[in-house]
C-alpha cells in the first residue's frame, strides 16, 4: 500500500517529520518498507533561461534555443510555440530522467546538436498541457535544481500491511492511524450530491441470486457523461501512489478505492441487457472475456455480476470488455458491493486475477461504507464529469450487518501484556481510532463494554481488542522481563537417555547413524529370504503410501540398511560404517494396533580401517562387527553377553556358520553376522557385507541402574597362559565362562589370544590359548600362590571339556 503525504493531509494533520511518522507508523504496526520522495527525479532537472532563439536550419517547426543553466550554456532543439529569449523554463538535462521513463541524451536532431531538452508541465508531471513550455517565475534563480526552485517535495510511504488490517488499504484508514499517533482527528470528505427529478427505480433493478456470497450490493445511475481525461489534481493523486490515469470516470472509482478501501466499478448503462442487474453465480462451462482481452472459463461456484442476459463482470476482480466505459459512454451505472472474502480469494486464485479490487475483497471492506463510497464518486463524476444524478439509489442488503460486541478486561489486558495501564487511558488508546468504547451495563471499573467498528473486520475477541490497545500505546513501552528458571532440571526420559548413550558410543566406534524412512517395498521380506512362518511377514500395508516402493511398514532395520549402502554403492562409495536406531512394525494374532519395537541395527562393509601410507587396506570380517556390538555393549556396563552359534536352517538372510545369536542374562538380545550371497545378490549388492541387530527394549533392561565402584588395586599383576587341544564343536566363549565361573578369587581377566587347526592338530579337534591375568587387592601375590590357582584352574577346564593339553 502506498501513500503520499500530501494526500493524507487532505484529511489530517500531521506536526510530525517524516522520519517521525514513519517510526511511529512501524511501532503501530503499519511497517513503512519504503520512504521515497515523487519529486526526486527531477534533481537533474535545472532552472533555464533563454538566451536567444533561432529558427531550425533544416526544419520549419524547430528552433534552435541558447539556454544559460548557471555554470554553461547549451543548445537545445525545441518545437514548442511560446520559447522566447528571457523566458524561464526546465531544462532537463542529459541523462535527466523524465516521469514518463523517458532519459534524455545528447543527440542530433535534423542536422543540429541538441543537449537536452526544455519541457512543459505535462512532461514533469506538474500540471495540464498549457501549449508550450512550463513558463518559471522570473526570480528563480537560473541553475537552480527544480525541485528545490520550485518547492517541490512529496513524500510517499510504503507500507507492508499484515493481512488482518484491511481497514488501512486506503488513506483514509492510514489518516486513522495517523490521527492517533498525532493526536489529532480524521476530517471526512463532505458530501453534497444534487438528485435530478427521475427514480433511479424507474430505469433500473438489482436482483441478488447468491446472498451468502453478496451480503450487499448498492447502485447508483448518472447520465449526461461526458468521457474525458482527468483534471491534473486527480491524475496527480492516482500516479503518486503509481496508478495509472485512463479516464476521469474510471479514474474516479480507482481514487475512490483509494481513499475510502471501498473498489468501486462503472458500467456503461447503455450497454447492460435490459437495463438490470443480475448476482449470481457462474453456470457450468460458461466463459467471460475481461478487461484484459482474455477469455476465462468459470466455475459453477464463481460469483458473476450479470446484466438481463449476460455476465458483465466478475464479481470483486475485473469488469468485462462488454461493459467497460467508452469515449462516447454518456450514461453509467455505479456499482458498490460488500462481496464474500472467501468467494472473492477463492475466485482470484482459480483465474490467477490479482487487482487492486480483489486485494481489498479478499480482506474484507466496511460493509457500512458501500453507500457512502458510491456517494462520494457520485458527487466527484457530478463535478468532473458533468454527469447528472437519477434520484435515489439502490441498496439490496440481504445480510444485513450487525456490530460485535466484545467485552474487554481491564485487569485482563495487563496481566497479559504484563503492563499497568488504567482503564481511563486504555479507553482513550481505543477511542483514537475510533473504537466505540462505553462502561458496562453492571458499572464494572474492570470491565469495558466495546464495539468493535465495522471497517475493524479483525476485531472479533477481547484479545484483538488487547492486541490494539498494546500497538496503540506502544510495544516498545512494553518492559522486557525473563521468566524465573530454577536450577533444577528434570531427567530426561530413559528411552531419550538410551538412545542417546548409544549414539555417542556408536559414533565412538566409527559409525555414522542413518535415517531412514519407516515405510519400505512390500517385496522386502522376500530379498531377505524371511520364512514364510517368520512373524517379520506380518507387515502393516498403508492405505495412502508415497509411492509403490513406501506401501509398508518395516517390520526390520536391515532391508533399510541395505537400501542405504546400495545408493552409497552407487556413488563409488564402498566403506561404510551405518547403525539405525528406528520402530518396526508387525501385526498381532488377534488385530488391533500393529506390535511396535523399537531396534538398533548396525552395518560393516568395505575396510577394517582408513588405508594409509604405512599399512594396506584390510578387509572387514565377522570378527569386526562382533566386536563393535561387544564394545558397545561394554560401554553401556552390559555383563556375561554371550555369542552362541545360530542354526543353520534358522539363517535366513545372514551366512550360515557366520551367524551368532547373542543373549544376555539368559535373555535373547539379538543377532549378529555377515549377510548372506543370496539376499545381497537380491538387493543388488556385490561386497562382504556384516550386521547386528538388538532389540532395545531387551537391552534397556540389561542396563544395570546402578554403578558400583571398586577401588583400583596398588599390587601389580601378573599373568600366565593355557592352551588347550579340544573338540572343534566347542565354542571358545564357553571354555572362556568357564574359566570365569570357578572359585579362584585372584582372577582378573580371561582373553582368547589363540585359535589353530590342521596339523598336527588331529581332525575334529582345535587348539585355543587362552590368557589369565591374576591381582591381588591386599598384597603383592606370590608365584606358589599363582601356580597352584592356575594349575586347579587348568585341571577344572581339562575336566569339563574332555580336552587334551599339547604333546
Known amino acids: 500500500m502506498k501513500v503520499s503525504l500530501s494526500w493524507l493531509k487532505e484529511y489530517v494533520s500531521i506536526p510530525l517529520p517524516e522520519k517521525e511518522l514513519a517510526d511511529a507508523l512501524t511501532m503501530a504496526g503499519l511497517e513503512i518498507e519504503a520512504v521515497e520522495n515523487r519529486f526526486a527525479n527531477l534533481a537533474t532537472n535545472r532552472v533555464g533561461r533563454i538566451i536567444s532563439v533561432t529558427a531550425h536550419p533544416n526544419a520549419d517547426r524547430l528552433r534552435v534555443c541558447r539556454v544559460d543553466v548557471g555554470d554553461r550554456e547549451l543548445t537545445i532543439v525545441c518545437g514548442?510555440?511560446?520559447?522566447?529569449?528571457?523566458?524561464?523554463?526546465?531544462?532537463?538535462?542529459?541523462?535527466?530522467?523524465?516521469?514518463?521513463?523517458?532519459?534524455?541524451?545528447?543527440?542530433?536532431?535534423?542536422?543540429?546538436?541538441?543537449?537536452?531538452?526544455?519541457?512543459?508541465?505535462?512532461?514533469?508531471?506538474?500540471?495540464?498541457?498549457?501549449?508550450?513550455?512550463?513558463?518559471?517565475?522570473?526570480?528563480?534563480?537560473?541553475?537552480?535544481?527544480?525541485?528545490?526552485?520550485?518547492?517541490?517535495?512529496?513524500?510517499?510511504?510504503?507500507?507492508?500491511?499484515?493481512?488482518?488490517?484491511?481497514?488501512?488499504?486506503?488513506?483514509?484508514?492510514?489518516?486513522?492511524?495517523?490521527?492517533?499517533?498525532?493526536?489529532?482527528?480524521?476530517?471526512?470528505?463532505?458530501?453534497?450530491?444534487?438528485?435530478?427529478?427521475?427514480?433511479?427505480?424507474?430505469?433500473?433493478?438489482?436482483?441478488?441470486?447468491?446472498?451468502?456470497?453478496?451480503?450487499?450490493?448498492?447502485?447508483?445511475?448518472?447520465?449526461?457523461?461526458?468521457?474525458?481525461?482527468?483534471?491534473?489534481?486527480?491524475?496527480?493523486?492516482?500516479?503518486?501512489?503509481?496508478?495509472?490515469?485512463?479516464?476521469?470516470?474510471?479514474?474516479?472509482?480507482?481514487?475512490?478505492?483509494?481513499?475510502?478501501?471501498?473498489?468501486?466499478?462503472?458500467?456503461?448503462?447503455?450497454?447492460?441487457?435490459?437495463?438490470?442487474?443480475?448476482?449470481?453465480?457462474?453456470?457450468?462451462?460458461?466463459?467471460?472475456?475481461?478487461?484484459?482481452?482474455?477469455?476465462?472459463?468459470?466455475?459453477?461456484?464463481?460469483?458473476?455480476?450479470?446484466?438481463?442476459?449476460?455476465?458483465?463482470?466478475?464479481?470483486?476482480?475485473?469488469?468485462?470488455?462488454?461493459?467497460?466505459i467508452e469515449v462516447g459512454t454518456t450514461r453509467v451505472l455505479l456499482e458498490s458491493a460488500c462481496f464474500d472474502p472467501i468467494s472473492i480469494r477463492r475466485t482470484a486464485k482459480r483465474l490467477g486475477l490479482a487487482t487492486d479490487a480483489s486485494h481489498r475483497f479478499e480482506r474484507g471492506v466496511d460493509p457500512l461504507a458501500t453507500v457512502r463510497a458510491l456517494d462520494r464518486a457520485a458527487e466527484l463524476m457530478q463535478n468532473i464529469a458533468g454527469g447528472r444524478l437519477i434520484s435515489g439509489h439502490i441498496d439490496e442488503n440481504p445480510g444485513p450487518f450487525k456490530a460485535r460486541q466484545i467485552e474487554l478486561s481491564v485487569s485482563a489486558t495487563n496481566r497479559l501484556l504484563g503492563t499497568t495501564i488504567d482503564r481511563q487511558e486504555m479507553i482513550a488508546l481505543l477511542s483514537a481510532v475510533e473504537i466505540e468504547v462505553r462502561t458496562h451495563p453492571d458499572g464494572s471499573d474492570d470491565r469495558l463494554h466495546v464495539t468493535a467498528p465495522s471497517y475493524r473486520v479483525d476485531i472479533q475477541r477481547p484479545e484483538d481488542l488487547m492486541e490494539e490497545v498494546a500497538r496503540l500505546w506502544g510495544y516498545q513501552r512494553i518492559p522486557t522481563t525473563f521468566p524465573s528458571i530454577t536450577g533444577q532440571t528434570a531427567p530426561l526420559p530413559s528411552r531419550f537417555a538410551l538412545r542417546s548413550v548409544i549414539r555417542n558410543l556408536m559414533t565412538g566406534l566409527g559409525f555414522s547413524e542413518a535415517v531412514n524412512y519407516s515405510f519400505e517395498h512390500p517385496n522386502a521380506c522376500d530379498r531377505l529370504q524371511l520364512g514364510l512362518d517368520d512373524p517379520r511377514r506380518g507387515t502393516i500395508q498403508i492405505l495412502n503410501p508415497l509411492s509403490e516402493d513406501q506401501a509398508v511398514l518395516r517390520s526390520t532395520l536391515v532391508s533399510g540398511l541395505l537400501q542405504t549402502m546400495y545408493r552409497n554403492a552407487s556413488q563409488q562409495?564402498?566403506?561404510?560404517?551405518?547403525?539405525?536406531?528406528?520402530?518396526?512394525?508387525?501385526?498381532?494374532?488377534?488385530?488391533?494396533l500393529p506390535r511396535e519395537t523399537e531396534m538398533l541395527a548396525a552395518l560393516w562393509t568395505g575396510a577394517r580401517d582408513l588405508p594409509g601410507w604405512q599399512q594396506p587396506s584390510e578387509a572387514c570380517d565377522f570378527y569386526d562387527i562382533k566386536g563393535a556390538l561387544e564394545a558397545l555393549l561394554a560401554g553401556m556396563d552390559v555383563k556375561a553377553a554371550r555369542f552362541t552359534t545360530q542354526p543353520d536352517e534358522a539363517c535366513r538372510y545372514t551366512r550360515p556358520g557366520h551367524t551368532a545369536l547373542v543373549s544376555a542374562g539368559g535373555t535373547l538380545l539379538g543377532l549378529v553376522g555377515e549377510i548372506h550371497p543370496k539376499t545381497l545378490q537380491l538387493m543388488g549388492l556385490k561386497q562382504p557385507t556384516f550386521i547386528f541387530e538388538a532389540d532395545l527394549e531387551v537391552l534397556s533392561a540389561l542396563i544395570p541402574k546402578r554403578k558400583s565402584f571398586s577401588p583400583l588395586s596398588k599390587f601389580p599383576s601378573t599373568s600366565r597362559d593355557i592352551t588347550l587341544i579340544l573338540d572343534e564343536e566347542i565354542e571358545s566363549g564357553r571354555v572362556i565362562e568357564a574359566a570365569c565361573e570357578g572359585d579362584e578369587h585372584f582372577i582378573e581377566s580371561v582373553q582368547l589370544f589363540d585359535v589353530f587347526t590342521g596339523d598336527p592338530i588331529a581332525p575334529g579337534k582345535k587348539s585355543i590359548s587362552i590368557r589369565i591375568t591374576y591381582r591381588s587387592s591386599g598384597g603383592t601375590l606370590e608365584d606358589e600362590v599363582i601356580n597352584g590357582i592356575h594349575t586347579s584352574l587348568s585341571q577344572r577346564l581339562i575336566r569339563g571339556f574332555k580336552a587334551d593339553l599339547p604333546g
Not at 236 to 242: A, E, H, N
Not at 244 to 256: E, S, Y
Not at 573 to 592: A, C, P, S, V
Open 80 to 324: 514548442a510555440p511560446n520559447a522566447e529569449p528571457d523566458l524561464l523554463v526546465p531544462v532537463a538535462m542529459p541523462g535527466a530522467e523524465l516521469p514518463n521513463g523517458v532519459t534524455i541524451k545528447e543527440t542530433v536532431i535534423r542536422g543540429q546538436r541538441s543537449e537536452g531538452m526544455l519541457c512543459g508541465a505535462p512532461e514533469l508531471g506538474l500540471g495540464p498541457d498549457s501549449g508550450g513550455l512550463m513558463r518559471l517565475d522570473a526570480h528563480l534563480a537560473v541553475g537552480a535544481s527544480l525541485p528545490e526552485a520550485l518547492g517541490l517535495s512529496d513524500t510517499v510511504f510504503e507500507i507492508g500491511l499484515t493481512p488482518n488490517r484491511a481497514d488501512c488499504l486506503s488513506v483514509l484508514g492510514v489518516a486513522r492511524e495517523v490521527a492517533a499517533i498525532a493526536k489529532s482527528r480524521v476530517q471526512y470528505p463532505r458530501i453534497d450530491l444534487v438528485d435530478a427529478d427521475a427514480d433511479i427505480f424507474q430505469h433500473t433493478s438489482v436482483h441478488i441470486e447468491a446472498p451468502e456470497h453478496c451480503p450487499r450490493y448498492a447502485a447508483r445511475l448518472l447520465e449526461g457523461i461526458t468521457v474525458a481525461p482527468s483534471p491534473f489534481w486527480l491524475q496527480d493523486r492516482l500516479s503518486s501512489i503509481g496508478l495509472r490515469p485512463v479516464n476521469n470516470v474510471v479514474d474516479i472509482t480507482n481514487f475512490v478505492m483509494m481513499e475510502m478501501g471501498q473498489p468501486l466499478h462503472a458500467f456503461d448503462f447503455d450497454h447492460l441487457a435490459d437495463h438490470r442487474i443480475v448476482v449470481r453465480t457462474a453456470k457450468t462451462g460458461e466463459t467471460f472475456t475481461t478487461l484484459d482481452g482474455k477469455t476465462r472459463r468459470l466455475e459453477p461456484d464463481m460469483l458473476m455480476i450479470c446484466d438481463g442476459q449476460k455476465p458483465v463482470a466478475i464479481a470483486g476482480v475485473m469488469g468485462g470488455l462488454n461493459s467497460e
Open 573 to 592: 562409495i564402498r566403506d561404510l560404517r551405518l547403525f539405525e536406531i528406528g520402530t518396526t512394525f508387525r501385526t498381532r494374532k488377534g488385530g488391533g
